[in-house]
């Protein structure tokens, strides 16, 4: 592939910032080998699980439980088994 080649992929699949990242240089400065070893797997990859956003507190998650115990939206049954989730 000739490097006018390689940077239109590059500029197509937005893989400018993930090369940075994993050579610690613009694309630019990247030689031709690298890059197509790099293009070749990139979008190959499978996707990593996203770690939840927030973490959950614990106390508001009881406080809610009781709350929809005693409005009779849950049953204690149910409230229990959430309540062994957390």
Known sequence: MSR????????????ADAIKTKFGDN???VSNANLEDF???FGKKTPKKR???KKVNKE???????????KRVLTAKEAEE?????
């Open 82 to 86: 959430v309540a062994a989730l957390l």
């Open 51 to 53: 770690a939840a956003s």
């Open 27 to 29: 694309y630019t400065r």
């Open 60 to 70: 508001a998650m009881v406080k809610l439980l009781s709350t929809l115990q005693a």
């Open 4 to 15: 006018k080649e390689l940077y239109a992929k590059i500029k197509e699949l937005g893989a």
């Open 39 to 41: 293009l070749r797997g």
